[in-house]
């Protein structure tokens, strides 16, 4: 029973559904609970830093009720997402109305689409790997799995890397870095992983080519459904959803730096070098992305079995409450420059 607590996931979509039903005030519901709500709950529950037995670990592992949790995701996005684009396009809603909803997609998008899609992303059969690549498309960023895969992955905490946020960098310059970087590195990756199979710009084997045409057979086809005001509606949510994962991204390694060794190669990623945090309520609603250390360990580890490392540097705050304050830099640089190493502070 214990292990039901990641049905709290779907809280977010709930908190879509409710605005969507009700309007109003309620459009904000989702902004409200994800910024508010989960930043006082994670104030007032304790941390938890326990990890599973080997033996509880070995269950959860075969244990598909874990990843059924991940895959109704897929038409649970799909669906809040078409409603949304439908309410916004049928209905006369005041501006401040819609702006409460196309926030809730946005929020829906990021945590419920580019989250469990990372997840998914990482899995090592092709059809879930697939289904990863399906919640990126609404959120116009199937470019992600090429860069955080097979990037993100080698470089992180290196000044290479485009997703690890520099020592006070606010989190503003940084969604513009982040972004712009990623897309070309993942253009670069992909012709460096062609070349290196053989394969012309048209195979299958071209997930940036492939990802792009699902983009633009998406919007086509809300075009064709809700035209033009419908599209905008669709990129104007997958911005917040883009914008929300950048925003993780920026915690993630805010400030952390591997060490260049000798031969000129980076010390290999290790737990020091990835913030964690044990709040029950963030864990639970990211599906244990919080735990990202172990997560750079091993990116195939399923989402439950990941673990909490001591020598891990330990957020003061959860992960949603971290995104709050990383929207004010100096707070979040008084906060958190004291508690990076110094010795992966630069030199001033």
Not at 42 to 71: C, G, S, W
Request: glycine fraction near 6%; charged fraction near 15%.
């Amino acid at each position: 029973m214990k292990d039901l607590k990641y049905l709290a996931a779907y809280s977010i979509p709930l908190c879509a559904v409710i605005g969507l039903v009700f309007k109003g005030l309620w459009a904000y519901a989702t902004p409200l609970y994800a910024f508010i709500l989960i930043p006082l709950l994670e104030l007032a529950f304790p941390r938890d830093h326990r990890n599973r037995t080997p033996e509880d670990a070995q269950k959860a592992q075969v244990n598909p009720i874990f990843d059924l949790m991940l895959y109704v995701n897929v038409p649970l996005v799909y669906a809040i997402l078409i409603a949304g684009i439908a309410l916004l396009c049928t209905e006369p809603l005041p501006a401040w109305e819609q702006t409460g909803i196309l926030l809730s997609l946005g929020i829906v998008l990021g945590v419920n689409g580019i989250n469990v899609g990372h997840e998914l992303g990482h899995r090592k059969s092709r059809w879930e790997r697939i289904l990863g690549k399906i919640l990126l498309i609404p959120n116009l960023y199937t470019h992600f799995f090429v860069e955080h895969n097979f990037g993100h992955h080698l470089h992180a905490a290196t000044p290479e890397d485009p997703a690890t946020a520099r020592y006070n960098q606010p989190l503003y310059s940084f969604w513009f870095s982040s972004i712009t970087r990623q897309y070309r590195n993942a253009w670069h990756i992909q012709r460096q992983r062609l070349i290196r199979e053989n394969c012309g710009f048209w195979t299958l084997r071209n997930d940036m080519l492939w990802g792009h045409l699902a983009q633009l057979a998406y919007l086509i086809v809300i075009y064709a459904w809700q035209g033009p005001w419908g599209m905008i509606y669709a990129m104007i949510a997958a911005l917040g959803g883009v914008l929300l994962l950048e925003t993780v991204n920026y915690v993630e390694h805010y400030g952390l730096l591997r060490k260049r060794l000798p031969s000129g190669r980076y010390e290999r990623v290790r737990e020091i070098h990835s913030w964690n945090s044990d709040h029950v309520v963030g864990r639970i609603v990211l599906y244990e992305l919080t735990r990202h250390s172990d997560h750079h360990f091993k990116s195939t580890i399923k989402y439950p079995l990941l673990r909490s490392h001591e020598t891990a540097p330990q957020m003061p705050f959860g992960y949603p409450t971290s995104m709050v304050i990383a929207a004010i830099p100096p707070l979040w640089f008084y906060i958190m420059n004291p508690r990076i190493p110094a010795a992966m502070k630069p030199a001033l």
